[in-house]
C-alpha cells in the first residue's frame, strides 16, 4: 500500500508538485491547529484564574460591607489616616479594636483595586488569623496590622503565580517562613498583589491579571516587580506591604510611587523561592510602607528568635536597638553618582538634601566613589543573572502568552546563541567606547521598559 502511494507521488521519478504542495499545506495546518489548541488551554487556563479573583473580590465586598452594617460608627477615614507605629500603639493598648482596622482596610482596598487594578486575591483566611490572635495572651509587634504580599510570596491555600500560567491551579501547601513569622508577631495577611510577567519587567503588567497603574497618575506604571504593593500602599488601601527585590523590584514601585521601601542585605531575611532566578543571584524580601518608622517597627518584628529557628541560613542578628537609636555622631559615607549609572536630576537632589540634613544634625558626611562599580555590574551582577543564558527564564514561559510588554525582551533571549556572538561581532567595536549601561539609557531615553528591553539584549550580546 505504501510503494504504490510512492508510485502516486513519484510517477517516472518525478515529485508530483500538487503532492508536495499539499503535504506543506496540511502540516501547515496541523501547526495552526496545534498551536490554536495551545493557545485556547491557556486562554481557558486565565479566564479560570480571572473568575477565582473576582470571586475572591466579591467576597471581599461582603465581609466589609457586613461590618459596616454592624458597626455603622466605626471612624474608617481617622483609621486609615494613622501611621503604623501609631495604629500599633493603639492596637495593643485595645483604643482601636482588629476588627475595625482590618474590616476598614479590606474595605479600602477594594476601593484602590477598583481603580488602578493592584489584588490578586482576597485572603479568607484573614478572618480566622483574626480571630487566632485575638485568642493569644502575648500580642507581637504588629498585633492586629492588616499586610499586603505580592503575588509571588508563598501564603497556604493560595496560588503564587508570577504572572506565569503554568504556576496557575498550584495551590501553596504551606505559608512562607515570611508569612509564619508576620503572623506569629500578630500582623494578618489579607491580599496578594499584582505582579508582571515572570517578574523581570519594570511595569507592572501580565495576561491573567492584567495592568496595574499608578493611583497617582494613572497615565503612569506604579513600577515593578512589586508594582501591584505599591499600588495599593500608595492609594491608602494597604498600611504594610512585602515585596521582593533582584535588580530594583522593591526600590523602583517605592519612587515612583512615593513610598519607602527596604531591600535588606541578602539573606538578612528568610528568601521566598524565586520563580525564574537561580540561587547565584541573591533575591531579598523586604517591606514597603509610607514612612521610615514602618520600616523599622517591621524590622524590629522579624528579626527574631521566630525567624532564625525556622529558617536557620538567616544568621541570629537580632535588630540592633541600641545603633538604631543612638544619637552619636556618625561617619556617613555618601555619593551621587558613581560613574556607572547615570542619576536623574531628581535622585542627585535628594542625595544633596539628604547630606545636609544629617551635617545639621551633627554626622560628618564623606564624599566616596564605589570600588570596582564596572567589574560588580558587568561580571558579577550581569553575567550572574544571566549565566544560564536566560535558559531558566525562558523555561518558565513554556506553554504560555508573552505579555506585550515583555516580548522584545523575550524575543532577544530567544536569539540562537550564534546569531547573538554574530550580532557581539558586530556591534561592540562601533559601541567599545561606552558603557553597556550607559549606551542602552541612550537608546531609550526616559522609558524604563525600553530602557530594560535594550539593557538587557546589551547583557546578553557584550557580557
Not at 454592624?70 to 483609621?79: F, K, Y
Not at 482590618?102 to 482576597?122: S, W
Amino acid at each position: 500500500m505504501v510503494q504504490a502511494d510512492w508510485r502516486l507521488l513519484l510517477p517516472e521519478g518525478e515529485v508530483d508538485p500538487h503532492a508536495v504542495v499539499a503535504l506543506l499545506c496540511g502540516s501547515a495546518i496541523a501547526v495552526l491547529v496545534w498551536r490554536w489548541v495551545g493557545q485556547r488551554q491557556i486562554q481557558k487556563k486565565m479566564d479560570q484564574a480571572r473568575r477565582t479573583r473576582d470571586l475572591s473580590l466579591e467576597r471581599m465586598e461582603e465581609v466589609a460591607r457586613r461590618f459596616k452594617q454592624q458597626n455603622p460608627g466605626i471612624q474608617a477615614g481617622h483609621i486609615l489616616s494613622l501611621p503604623l507605629v501609631e495604629l500599633a500603639e493603639k492596637l495593643k493598648e485595645g483604643s482601636l479594636s482588629p476588627e475595625s482596622v482590618l474590616y476598614t482596610y479590606i474595605d479600602r482596598a477594594l476601593e484602590v483595586t477598583r481603580e488602578v487594578n493592584c489584588v490578586t486575591d482576597f485572603m479568607q483566611g484573614c478572618e480566622e488569623q483574626l480571630r487566632e490572635v485575638r485568642r493569644k495572651e502575648e500580642r507581637g509587634l504588629l498585633y492586629g496590622i492588616p499586610i499586603s504580599i505580592k503575588n509571588h510570596i508563598g501564603c497556604k491555600g493560595h496560588v503564587s503565580s508570577g504572572g506565569l500560567v503554568q504556576f496557575l491551579g498550584r495551590a501553596e501547601e504551606e505559608d512562607s517562613v515570611i508569612v509564619q513569622v508576620l503572623k506569629r508577631q500578630g500582623a494578618i495577611p489579607f491580599v496578594k498583589t499584582n505582579v508582571p510577567q515572570s517578574m523581570i519587567n519594570y511595569d507592572c503588567s501580565n495576561l491573567i491579571y492584567g495592568q496595574t497603574v499608578n493611583p497617582l497618575n494613572h497615565k503612569k506604571s506604579p513600577g515593578g516587580s512589586s508594582g501591584g504593593e505599591g499600588a495599593l500602599i500608595a492609594g491608602g488601601g494597604s498600611i504594610l506591604g512585602f515585596g521582593t527585590d533582584v535588580a530594583g523590584s522593591i526600590r523602583l514601585p517605592s519612587s515612583f510611587c512615593g513610598l519607602c521601601g527596604l531591600k535588606p542585605t541578602g539573606n538578612r531575611l528568610s528568601n521566598c523561592s524565586s520563580l525564574f532566578i537561580k540561587s547565584w543571584v541573591t533575591g531579598t524580601v523586604g517591606p514597603m510602607a509610607r514612612d521610615v518608622d514602618s520600616l523599622a517597627l517591621c524590622m524590629r518584628a522579624l528579626l527574631c528568635d521566630d525567624m532564625f529557628c525556622l529558617d536557620p541560613t538567616v544568621p541570629p542578628l537580632p535588630f540592633n536597638e541600641e545603633v538604631y537609636s543612638s544619637s552619636i555622631s556618625l561617619r556617613i559615607g555618601y555619593y551621587d553618582g558613581d560613574s556607572y549609572f547615570q542619576p536623574s536630576p531628581s535622585m542627585r537632589r535628594a542625595v544633596q538634601e539628604i547630606k545636609k540634613l544629617l551635617q545639621e544634625a551633627g554626622h560628618t558626611l564623606v564624599p566616596f566613589t564605589p570600588p570596582r562599580i564596572d567589574y560588580m555590574v558587568d561580571e558579577l551582577f550581569t553575567r550572574g543573572l544571566f549565566s544560564d543564558g536566560a535558559a531558566n527564564l525562558l523555561d518558565k514561559f513554556k506553554g504560555d502568552i508573552v505579555d506585550l510588554t515583555l516580548k522584545s525582551q523575550i524575543n532577544c533571549y530567544r536569539l540562537p546563541i550564534l546569531v547573538k556572538k554574530i550580532l557581539a561581532l558586530i556591534l561592540k567595536p562601533v559601541v567599545s567606547h561606552l558603557d553597556v549601561y550607559p549606551l542602552c539609557t541612550l537608546i531609550a531615553v526616559g522609558d524604563a521598559q525600553m530602557w530594560e528591553q535594550s539593557s538587557a539584549f546589551c547583557y546578553e550580546l557584550f557580557s
